[in-house]
């Protein structure tokens, strides 16, 4: 399966515990973003690299909320202090740099979380 | 305002019908404007993208732009179940951007 992978897909944690999601993105994109969506709204963005460096991060983004890409392969989101607020279905996308102007974003599965 | 409004729906239409979906945008620095489908508990898919004044006909699809309205919109002709999901516009605002999506509106196409 080429397409982009994301682990785990669900995660029960309680209030206050740290999360970490972890995508694969298609081999050949260098694009990579992150996605947060609850029931009922569509996607919102957290944070996007192109290859390693994080070039755009949502100022709606607490600071509890870190993303890195070391290698520009795969990325990791983590999420420290876990808060019920904080439930919703994390998606990664990868594209190549040209996806920003043909929209053509190829998302993952997505990562479920569920913070009691 | 936010940025990308569609109407909440949802949008409930008879099998064989146009259903016709609309989304507002606030940027008027918006250059790229796309429709994603979404199927229950699955991801967004792209179906179709604009970026010029008018409209782009794909199969069943048409997608309509109005920059000077700061509107787009999608129209399914001869809506079928298997179109039955939420739709999700989203726009742009140059190379070195993210896609920024509206809420979704949701069909439901009536056999």
């Known amino acids: 399966d080429t397409g982009v992978s994301q682990d785990p897909r669900h995660k029960i944690t309680k209030r206050g515990q740290n999360v970490t999601f972890r995508c694969d993105p298609i081999?050949?994109?260098?694009?990579l973003y992150w996605y947060r969506q609850t029931l009922g709204q569509g996607p919102e963005f957290l944070t996007y690299?192109?290859?390693?460096?994080?070039?755009?991060k949502s100022r709606l983004l607490s600071d509890r909320f870190s993303a890195e890409r070391p290698k520009g392969s795969f990325s990791t989101l983590e999420i420290q202090r876990t808060e019920q607020g904080d439930s919703a279905m994390y998606l990664c996308?990868?594209?190549?740099?040209?996806?920003?102007?043909?929209?053509?974003?190829?998302f993952g599965e997505g990562s479920r979380l569920t913070v009691l | 305002q936010k940025e990308v409004e569609q109407n909440s729906g949802p949008l409930s239409v008879p099998e064989g019908a146009i259903a016709s979906l609309n989304c507002t945008y606030s940027?008027?620095?918006?250059?790229?404007f796309f429709w994603y489908r979404q199927y229950s508990g699955k991801s967004p898919e792209l179906i179709m993208s604009?970026?010029?004044?008018g409209d782009k006909e794909d199969g069943r699809f048409t997608a309509q732009l109005n920059k000077a309205s700061q509107y787009v919109s999608l129209l399914i002709r001869d809506s079928q179940p298997s179109d039955s999901a939420t739709y999700l516009c989203?726009?742009?605002?140059?190379?070195?951007?993210?896609?920024?999506f509206g809420k979704g509106i949701t069909l439901s196409v009536r056999p």
């Open positions: 996308a990868s594209s190549f740099p040209s996806g920003a102007i043909t929209g053509e974003l190829f």
């Open positions: 081999s050949e994109h260098n694009r």
């Open positions: 690299f192109q290859n390693e460096a994080q070039l755009e």
């Open positions: 940027d008027r620095g918006s250059q790229s």
């Open positions: 604009i970026y010029s004044n």
């Open positions: 989203a726009v742009n605002l140059g190379a070195n951007s993210k896609l920024t």
